[in-house]
């Protein structure tokens, strides 16, 4: 199964994180296929940048999310604009929707 989660990236006690696909039998820190975000939860507020497009193409696959993943897919809008997409909206204009929040704002609050 293709699971999205977190890799643990930084020094001890500074983590960061990248939003990765991943096999869900790998290690979490080990071989992913692709990356599509990153996370800092240390910055006020915390910085969730995740690529719209290729986050909404793994979860239209059937890539499915971890918990953490989830909600922070939930803060960005993405898991919203992925049942739109379902109902038959097109992919570039949510694409496009999705750039210009994160342009504007680059940062989600809690």
Do not use: C
């Not at 699971?3 to 960061?16: C, N, S, V, Y």
């Not at 990356?35 to 059937?62: C, F, K, M, Q, S």
């Not at 909600?71 to 604009?81: H, P, S």
Request: aromatic share 4%; no cysteine.
């Amino acid at each position: 199964m293709i699971r999205i989660r977190l890799q643990r990236m930084g020094k001890k006690h500074e983590p960061t994180y990248r939003i990765v696909v991943a096999d869900s039998r790998a290690p979490r820190d080990g071989k992913f296929i692709e990356i599509i975000g990153h996370y800092n939860p240390r910055t006020e507020p915390e910085t969730i940048v995740i690529d719209e497009a290729r986050a909404l193409h793994w979860l239209r696959v059937g890539a499915q999310p971890t918990e953490s993943v989830r909600i922070l897919l939930r803060k960005t809008g993405t898991l919203a604009r992925l049942e739109r997409l379902k109902a038959g909206e097109p992919l570039e204009a949510l694409v496009a929707e999705a750039t210009a929040l994160q342009a504007g704002t680059r940062t989600s609050t809690r």
